[in-house]
């Protein structure tokens, strides 16, 4: 991938989301660590709450796990090219999924 100014633009994109995830990730670890209330039933509904929580702080950190990833293929001039076969990734699925490490084909 030869055209810089795509993958500057993404990089910035990756980059900015990674500050998002990392944030929500903090907030989350946060909210679950601050039930301490002394009420029973309030407690309960607090830790009813937590299983959610738990997935999105997953989903972050799976997230933010690809968009290392990503940024690693970026130093590595790696970016853009699919990871399972080495083809190029169109255009349009980076614009739409920047940290993607596959091809249309091998995403399938």
Known sequence: MTDR???????????ARRAELQARITAVEAELDSHTNPDWE?????????EVLEAEGLAAQ??????EAALGRILSGDYG???????????????????TPF??????
Do not use: K, M, S, Y
């Open 81 to 99: 090219f699919c990871t399972r076969c080495g083809g190029e990734i169109a255009a349009g699925r980076l614009d739409t999924l920047p940290a």
């Open 103 to 108: 091809c249309n084909h091998c995403a399938a």
């Open 5 to 15: 100014i795509p993958v500057a633009r993404r990089e910035a994109a990756l980059l």
């Open 42 to 50: 309030e407690l309960a509904t607090e830790r009813e709450t937590d």
């Open 62 to 67: 799976a997230e933010l796990r690809a968009i």
